[in-house]
């Protein structure tokens, strides 16, 4: 919630002219009284009509006067004023607009801290837990039939006399649904869309309720109750932003997410289990995401050990993985989180986004996978295999990166398909395997300097800072190779099958420790 001028003059039904477009937040006041003053931005001043016709022309300044403005006073133009429609001193108006700067305030962090439990992922109880530290009354969240479904009471004042039978059945009584019934007082939640205050002779005590609307319809309804301290203005304006988490929480469990949600994560379901024909899957695909664009990346998301995921629950998660990427095309399928995302650009997400999201993904123990780019949605599950590759070869390797790309690894992959590993060694290059046995017998490090030297582009210079030596030991080391071994560096063919079998090497050491070779320490 923002303090302006128009929100002043709005919760205070003050009188408001306004000969600026400006509408900056007041974040500070300043009564003014005759002495020298710098004049700041985002400062209401305060004065007299006297202290008005005082004020600097030029840049736009925000004044509230105390003495009532009439049409015959004239209002410099680089003003806007504010002035109340009874009469108050600078004193007392100062005090109201810092009531207003203190309730602002309170609101905002408040508010932070109830939708910082909402991304925490604990569920309905947690926030209701996160409102009751702020409302200190007693919170109800009810269904369609005015059945209790969660709540949390004050704890330095238990609900008593009717809030306690009420706690006690489990429903608000028929007595009082007929009040919330009533068609005048439904109308005002409805269209307004605003917590309604309701004390009356036939409630059980003030309190604020609020509709949980989805696509429009009434999920249930949110209850303060004013059972241990009076209920403000402060706590109206809260109790919207708790309603809107709550109804938020709402709609992303499964039960009441919105239809097209739950077609979509059923057909992500059929399509991953192989269970529809091409056609039914652009049909259907079409008709509930008509607006993918053209190239598409599919994300897998697991934990990283059993252990770290026992007891969280996936769909929080999913939800608040939603939130990050800003899209509804992320559902729980078996024991992982699937993600479908559309781009323009060879980039599936802007740098930001993918940067908190690798940071949410981290935080949470967790691994995610991404597959190539694609375009035709009936590779989704070619893309989908590939993010579960990675997931699955990326976990092995025990390495901190948690967002891992198919192309990194797709060479790692293709030898994982085959089934006899066995022979792997007999597609690498022999003139390495020569080299290894030459290390072993004579302490060198021809091979570890060979693949780094690849690696790096056969850029003398990287390799040196990698090896932790100087560039001439470097080139040194390449000449030696290139006479002990006749190796011809601008043989593409053979730079590949070097690549080729460093890729073995590397895959053998990782995944397959009893198919490694003793000498194969020399790579380390």
Same mark, same amino acid.
């Not at 990698?466 to 730079?495: A, K």
């Given at each position: ?191 307004? +869309? ?16 609020? +509709? ?7 999920? =249930? ?51 991953? =289990? ?47 993985? =939603?939130?990050?990427? !800003? ?41 995610? =996978? ?35 790309? +198919? ?11 085959? !089934? ?72 593409? !063919? ?31």
């Amino acid at each position: 919630m923002r303090l302006t001028m128009t929100v002043l003059a709005r919760e205070l039904n003050w009188g408001l002219i306004q000969n600026t477009n400006t509408q900056e937040d007041i974040l500070s006041v300043r009564s003014l009284d005759g002495s020298g003053i710098t004049y700041h931005a985002n400062t209401l001043y305060i004065g007299t009509l006297a202290d008005m016709k005082a004020l600097p022309s030029g840049r736009p300044l925000m004044f509230l006067c105390s003495d009532k403005c009439s049409d015959a006073v004239t209002i410099p133009y680089n003003l806007n004023v504010l002035y109340p429609n009874s009469f108050y001193t600078v004193p007392e108006c100062e005090s109201i607009v810092m009531d207003m700067l203190e309730r602002v305030g309170r609101v905002s962090s408040c508010s932070h801290l109830m939708y910082e439990s909402l991304i925490s992922g604990k569920g309905l109880e947690k926030i209701i837990l996160t409102a009751q530290s702020i409302f200190d009354n007693l919170i109800l969240v009810l269904d369609r039939k005015f059945k209790i479904l969660s709540f949390s009471d004050s704890r330095q004042q238990p609900a008593t006399g009717t809030w306690k039978e009420i706690l006690e059945s489990g429903q608000l009584p028929e007595q009082y649904i007929r009040k919330i019934e009533n068609p005048d007082f439904a109308d005002i939640i409805c269209h307004k +869309y605003e917590p309604v205050t309701r004390a009356d002779n036939q409630s059980p005590g003030g309190y604020i309720m609020c +509709y949980i609307k989805n696509n429009g319809n009434v999920d =249930g309804y949110t209850v303060l109750a004013e059972s241990n301290r009076p209920l403000t203005d402060t706590d109206i304006v809260l109790f919207k932003t708790f309603n809107n988490i709550v109804s938020y929480d709402y709609r992303r469990t499964h039960t009441l997410r919105d239809p097209k949600t739950r077609i979509y994560e059923q057909l992500i379901t059929e399509i991953l =289990g192989g269970n529809l024909k091409d056609q039914q899957i652009q049909d259907r695909l079409a008709q509930i995401r008509p607006d993918l664009k053209k190239l598409k990346f599919v994300f897998v998301f697991g934990f990283f050990s059993d252990n770290t995921g026992k007891n969280k629950p996936l769909e929080p998660i999913c939800d608040r993985i =939603g939130m990050i990427v !800003q899209t509804e095309n992320c559902s729980v399928y078996k024991d992982k989180i699937v993600m479908l995302v559309s781009s323009d650009t060879r980039t599936a997400l802007p740098p930001a986004i993918f940067n908190e999201l690798r940071t949410f993904v981290k935080n949470n123990g967790m691994i995610c =996978g991404i597959s190539n780019h694609f375009t035709d949605i009936l590779d989704l599950p070619k893309a989908f295999r590939q993010s579960q590759a990675v997931l699955h070869l990326g976990k092995r390797l025990q390495r901190s990166e948690s967002m891992l790309q +198919y192309w990194t690894f797709s060479c790692l992959d293709m030898l994982e398909s085959l !089934q006899d590993k066995n022979n792997l060694l007999e597609y690498c290059n022999p003139t390495l395997q020569a080299m290894l046995d030459y290390d072993a017998e004579n302490k060198t490090s021809y091979t570890k300097t060979l693949r780094l030297y690849i690696d790096s582009g056969k850029n003398s210079n990287k390799t040196a800072k990698e090896l932790g030596v100087h560039r001439n030991t470097v080139d040194y080391r390449i000449n030696r190779i290139r006479e002990l071994f006749d190796v011809d560096f601008e043989n593409p !063919q053979l730079m590949f099958s070097f690549e080729l079998s460093y890729r073995i090497f590397y895959f053998i050491d990782k995944y397959y420790l009893d198919l490694r070779p003793t000498r194969f320490f020399l790579l380390d």
